[in-house]
Nanobody, 126 residues
């Protein structure tokens, strides 16, 4: 399984970005997709995730109300719409895939995910 994330860049505070992550290769029939981020000198942290069904979504408290995760199963792609960006959102953003057969499950932990993308850098200037 390969995950290719894109869409990062430099944006001013208050601006928006949309990240995309496409899955390819021998994925399972169903899988949860998530986004994590890692700022310099900090541990990788959960941002948001969406179940295969698309019904269940979870977000970190720090991004709730500003970020929206969605997916297109036909395109095997997950999106992260980021609005009202803040300098503290600056980080490398990673997409991740959990090959679970539970179409409702959404995990928050790094250990829930078996596959990871290469990361895309988001920089928010003040």
């Amino acid at each position: 399984v390969q995950l290719q994330a894109c869409g990062g860049g430099l944006v001013q505070a208050g601006g928006s970005l949309r990240l995309s992550c496409a899955a390819s290769g021998r994925t399972s029939d169903t899988y949860t997709m998530g986004w994590f981020r890692q700022a310099p000198g900090k541990e990788r942290e959960f941002v948001g995730a969406i179940s295969w069904s698309g019904v269940n979504r979870k977000y970190a408290d720090s991004v709730k109300g500003r970020f929206t995760i969605s997916r297109d199963n036909a395109k095997t792609t997950v999106y992260l719409q980021m609005n009202s960006l803040k300098p503290e959102d600056t980080a490398v953003y990673y997409c991740a895939l959990d090959p679970t057969y539970d179409i409702w499950y959404v995990g928050r932990g790094r250990d829930d995910y078996d596959y990871w993308g290469q990361g895309t850098l988001v920089t928010v200037s003040s």
